[in-house]
């Protein structure tokens, strides 16, 4: 698409300020891999404070609302710096950077009350505020609703007890955005209220989880009567499934494109760590490797494409069904693994085996190990396969036993089944 005037002017002046501003970006170092190392909190600092030079030149929230600190500009606009800034390091706040400024940064300006949002946004943006989901809990599996974390009443505050689990990056970030019960008369799905809860305060303790990988990326939170106020609500009071759609849709790939992101695949560049990998392992003119590799690139190309299709449906005037996003959560949770497999057979003994400093085996084994991420967290394949079916296709749902008792109701069936 050619750039309009106005967009051809935006686009100069941001390269001409990451040139003036950012290194430049070693192309074979692999971006963002999981499980490739924790960094230290001196980096994490050095990183926030990469982010809030990027915030003080008007380069992050780009296309957030410019009330609360973003710039107000167009999705266009965070797109064309995005493509501008591949070239060159940006920050790397792992994986509660990209709850900050996707899920969870999305989803709170959507929801957050005015007062809530000239609180934290602009401390957001800055890189001083990364907030996190505490969402899942240990009982409650991919049933998001059915979460038994309470938030009770006492005077004007509330006291928040209970577990959550699977949180990304919450060992270093601020905030926990946390959803719990405040209503246990309501059905299940009614009665839930999310807050933003401090993570450095009393009666918060974190548990990071070490994975296959040997990398920490998830935590269990322990909540013991954590004391929060109305100002730390998001949304309305028991009505946080509301708010729960609209974090779901964004993290299954709705409306994803803040101004660190990278671009969307291109028909005509292979990835250049596969090229690498290819290479590196003897391959290059092996014509069953040569065809793998093509067969990964159009599954690339495939799946950038549907993603910005689904994204246009999401983002135009009308109003699709909620579902819509689950395809794309679908498409990675069936292709992610199924790529990782074949890279690994590109590379053949590399990805098994490889010396310190070679990085085209070490990506391969990380992205094979953390292949199958995408087919669990933020709803498992099963669940977006219903998503689909009901939401989309009209297809009936699933019996439901709990449907409209109180959940108070529906924990105390389920205690009396477990002794039975």
Known sequence: MTDTPEIAR??????????ANLEARDPSQPHNVRGAGELSPEEYRAERALQKKLYEAGYAGINWPSE????GLTDQHARVFAEEAVQYRTPELGHAGGTTYGPCGQTIVRHGSPEFLTRHVPRMLAGD???????SEPSAGSDMAGITTRA???GDRWLITGSKIWTSGAHYADYGMCLARTDWDAPKHRGLTWFAVPLRAKGVAIHPIREITGDAEFCQEFLDEVEVGDEDIIGEINQGWTVAQTLLLVERGAGRDDPLNMPAAQPAVIDPQLLSLTRAAGRAQDPVARQTVARIHTADWAKAMLGQRITGLLRSGEKPAAGVASYWKLAAGIYNPERARLVLEIGQGLGLVWKDGD???????LDYLNSRVWSIAGGSNEMQRNAISEQVLGMPREPSFDKGKPFREVVNNAREWLKS
């Open 359 to 365: 990085e085209e085996g070490n990506r391969a084994a």
């Open 129 to 135: 505020e990364l907030f996190v989901q505490l969402f």
């Open 10 to 19: 935006y686009r100069a002046a941001a390269r001409q300020w990451l040139a």
């Open 152 to 154: 009770v009443r006492e």
């Open 68 to 71: 609360y600190g973003g710039q």
